[in-house]
């Protein structure tokens, strides 16, 4: 029934910008951190970028100052915004979540969009 569909993604020239969205859907009670991990081929899925309700942000070091998480908490979507995109940043991007189905008190589950592919490339 959760659903989160990212888009935004494609192919950039290094040096090039994109922005991602993601938005969550279902029977979705609340939602407490967002954000994206990312899998390259024969890697391994790591974090990117994740914002908390509170709006703190956790980044990796590889895409610190170039990458900014934002999130619309209201319509519990998450953007992020990837400037200065190098060619090790090609990747499948997913969107993530945090999240509950029920009131307090109920189990936190993490959920994942099906991905959307991020290429830099000259």
């Known amino acids: 029934q959760v659903q989160l569909v990212e888009s935004g993604g494609g192919l950039v020239q290094p040096g090039g910008s994109l922005r991602l969205s993601c938005a969550a859907s279902?029977?979705?009670?609340?939602?407490?951190?967002m954000g994206w991990y990312r899998q390259a081929p024969e890697s391994q899925r790591e974090l990117v970028a994740v914002m908390t309700r509170d709006g703190n942000t956790n980044y990796a070091d590889s895409v610190k100052v170039r990458f900014t998480v934002s999130r619309d908490n209201a319509k519990n979507p998450v953007y992020l915004q990837m400037n200065s995109l190098k060619p090790e940043d090609t990747a499948l991007y997913y969107c993530y979540a945090n999240l509950r189905l029920a009131p307090q008190n109920s189990p936190w589950y993490n959920y994942w969009g099906q991905g959307t592919q991020v290429t830099v490339s000259s």
């Open positions: 279902g029977s979705i009670f609340t939602i407490n951190n």
